[in-house]
């Protein structure tokens, strides 16, 4: 740890309250800002409670005193953060439940109200009191981001995979039609009203990139970032707390910072190890003046970068080369990422069950130090070779109904991503033939097993698998193993991870 007077002390955030310092806000803010620029690593605990992949995390507002989540379970979990850090209650799970993964979660202002919406086609809003359903609000396809108006608890808008972001008011009839603020032929993965001007709203689409937009002119946005590199795959827009700038992610490059009205990039940010291609991410900004930003990463890191305060900064192409801070400790893709600035806590999640809580403060039950000096305990990838082993061990392909209820990993979800950041790291293209669904897998162990018994009626979503295999096959006797690597790419159940 940076010697910092001041900033030694090993404490929870009770801390503060025993000081007596939240009472004085200003001197609570400069405690918390030097401590965490004085830390090279932060205390980490595992949330458990979800059975399947985390695909959304968002903190209440005005103190974060409740974490909502939600993922490829179905179920939007609500967290008490004081308890569920001291382990003195479980996840209260709401009655509403989607019908397939959830992709993206909003509280409204008063934390009354939480908006939930994915794969399903749909967005549901919940009661967080009374844990009902008070609306949904039917899309024509999955539905990846949510932003309500910070002006307005009843209007939010939707970025949906039909290339379309809608403006809904709860207090219409959920079956009337939503305004249409854009509509592109590509999905539109991210939404979000500016918090101070709620007549902006930034988007991310999956070909055009970052966009600007005015509510008050539809179908054509304002302003497009990025130069003349701004047909972009993008995946994910912040605006900082006073909506003067916007922090954006996009496939295969590194974090970028814009301000609001400027197309040029003000920085660009990049560590060596941190990549972004295999999975849909999202990023943040993060301290008391949002003069850090995060995101997650393909090598199963958190990463943390300082924003210059000189505009100059980073040398050509405005590159801030070094993260200020790599938390290590997530066992597979990092996907998403908040950060809660009254309690300096960090909240992360992606491929694994867990939801990760980092904080510059020790927590009970909590693991490593403000000082990397404890070594964190990595993992092998899993080979190619043991990726399909497991699928064909386990006799069955990856389990989408959580029956089983289980909080523990399951290694074929590991190994499959796993395939994905190596068939990356190998320089595959996203549209290789060697990328294996656990379907594909299966088809054709149990096509190998019938050998020469003739097949009858095969289901609809494995017909393309088998024909492309036996478009390979030599006439010799070979084994399913054999020709696995001429298949046709066949995507599994659609997963909130894979967005391209």
């Given at each position: 740890?940076?010697?910092?007077?001041?900033?030694?002390?090993?404490?929870?955030?009770?801390?503060?309250?025993?000081?007596?310092?939240?009472?004085?806000?200003?001197?609570?803010?400069?405690?918390?800002?030097?401590?965490?620029?004085?830390?090279?690593?932060?205390?980490?605990?595992?949330?458990?409670?979800?059975?399947?992949?985390?695909?959304?995390?968002?903190?209440?507002?005005?103190?974060?005193?409740?974490?909502?989540?939600?993922?490829?379970?179905?179920?939007?979990?609500?967290?008490?953060?004081?308890?569920?850090?001291?382990?003195?209650?479980?996840?209260?799970?709401?009655?509403?439940?989607?019908?397939?993964?959830?992709?993206?979660?909003?509280?409204?202002?008063?934390?009354?109200?939480?908006?939930?919406?994915?794969?399903?086609?749909?967005?549901?809003?919940?009661?967080?009191?009374?844990?009902?359903?008070?609306?949904?609000?039917?899309?024509?396809?999955?539905?990846?981001?949510?932003?309500?108006?910070?002006?307005?608890?009843?209007?939010?808008?939707?970025?949906?995979?039909?290339?379309?972001?809608?403006?809904?008011?709860?207090?219409?009839?959920?079956?009337?039609?939503?305004?249409?603020?854009?509509?592109?032929?590509?999905?539109?993965?991210?939404?979000?009203?500016?918090?101070?001007?709620?007549?902006?709203?930034?988007?991310?689409?999956?070909?055009?990139?970052?966009?600007?937009?005015?509510?008050?002119?539809?179908?054509?946005?304002?302003?497009?970032?990025?130069?003349?590199?701004?047909?972009?795959?993008?995946?994910?827009?912040?605006?900082?707390?006073?909506?003067?700038?916007?922090?954006?992610?996009?496939?295969?490059?590194?974090?970028?910072?814009?301000?609001?009205?400027?197309?040029?990039?003000?920085?660009?940010?990049?560590?060596?190890?941190?990549?972004?291609?295999?999975?849909?991410?999202?990023?943040?900004?993060?301290?008391?003046?949002?003069?850090?930003?995060?995101?997650?990463?393909?090598?199963?890191?958190?990463?943390?970068?300082?924003?210059?305060?000189?505009?100059?900064?980073?040398?050509?192409?405005?590159?801030?080369?070094?993260?200020?801070?790599?938390?290590?400790?997530?066992?597979?893709?990092?996907?998403?990422?908040?950060?809660?600035?009254?309690?300096?806590?960090?909240?992360?999640?992606?491929?694994?069950?867990?939801?990760?809580?980092?904080?510059?403060?020790?927590?009970?039950?909590?693991?490593?130090?403000?000082?990397?000096?404890?070594?964190?305990?990595?993992?092998?990838?899993?080979?190619?070779?043991?990726?399909?082993?497991?699928?064909?061990?386990?006799?069955?392909?990856?389990?989408?109904?959580?029956?089983t209820q289980s909080i523990e990993e399951d290694p074929r979800m590991m190994a499959f991503f796993d395939s994905l950041v190596r068939r990356e790291i190998e320089g595959w293209s996203s549209d290789s033939d060697s990328d294996l669904s656990e379907g594909a897998i299966m088809q054709l162990h149990a096509r190998g097993r019938r050998s020469t018994r003739a097949t009858s009626a095969a289901p609809a979503a494995a017909t393309a698998t088998t024909t492309?295999?036996?478009?390979?096959?030599?006439?010799?006797?070979?084994?399913?193993?054999?020709?696995?690597?001429?298949?046709?790419?066949?995507?599994?159940?659609?997963?909130?991870?894979?967005?391209?």
């Open positions: 740890m940076k010697d910092l007077t001041g900033c030694g002390m090993r404490s929870s955030v009770g801390f503060l309250s025993r000081r007596e310092l939240t009472g004085q806000p200003l001197m609570m803010e400069e405690f918390q800002r030097r401590r965490l620029a004085g830390c090279t690593s932060l205390y980490k605990k595992n949330m458990e409670g979800h059975f399947g992949c985390v695909n959304a995390i968002e903190f209440s507002n005005n103190g974060g005193e409740w974490l909502v989540s939600g993922g490829d379970d179905r179920r939007v979990l609500l967290w008490h953060m004081e308890k569920a850090i001291h382990s003195h209650s479980k996840p209260v799970k709401l009655k509403g439940e989607h019908l397939s993964n959830i992709f993206c979660l909003a509280f409204d202002s008063t934390n009354k109200r939480v908006f939930s919406g994915g794969n399903d086609e749909q967005v549901i809003l919940h009661d967080v009191e009374r844990r009902e359903t008070l609306n949904v609000f039917l899309h024509i396809d999955a539905v990846y981001s949510l932003s309500v108006s910070p002006v307005n608890d009843n209007v939010f808008a939707s970025s949906s995979d039909d290339g379309r972001v809608l403006i809904w008011d709860t207090r219409e009839p959920s079956h009337g039609e939503p305004f249409c603020l854009a509509s592109y032929p590509s999905a539109f993965h991210s939404v979000m009203f500016n918090p101070v001007e709620p007549r902006l709203l930034a988007t991310a689409n999956s070909k055009e990139g970052v966009g600007l937009w005015d509510i008050r002119k539809p179908r054509s946005s304002l302003l497009r970032y990025g130069g003349s590199m701004s047909l972009q795959s993008a995946m994910s827009v912040r605006f900082n707390s006073t909506g003067t700038q916007l922090l954006a992610l996009r496939r295969r490059l590194p974090p970028v910072l814009y301000e609001l009205h400027s197309r040029l990039p003000s920085f660009q940010f990049d560590n060596q190890g941190y990549f972004n291609s295999c999975t849909m991410k999202s990023c943040c900004f993060a301290g008391d003046k949002d003069q850090y930003i995060l995101s997650g990463s393909d090598d199963f890191n958190l990463y943390m970068w300082k924003i210059p305060n000189d505009p100059e900064a980073g040398g050509p192409g405005r590159v801030v080369n070094g993260a200020f801070m790599v938390l290590k400790g997530h066992r597979s893709i990092v996907n998403q990422v908040r950060f809660n600035p009254h309690t300096y806590m960090i909240c992360s999640s992606g491929v694994e069950k867990v939801i990760k809580l980092w904080s510059p403060y020790q927590q009970p039950d909590s693991e490593g130090d403000l000082e990397s000096r404890v070594e964190d305990k990595s993992r092998s990838l899993y080979s190619h070779e043991e990726y399909i082993n497991l699928v064909l061990n386990s006799g069955s392909g990856l389990s989408h109904d959580y029956i492309a295999a036996s478009e390979h096959r030599s006439d010799s006797d070979n084994s399913s193993s054999s020709f696995l690597l001429h298949l046709d790419r066949v995507d599994p159940q659609r997963n909130s991870c894979i967005s391209f």
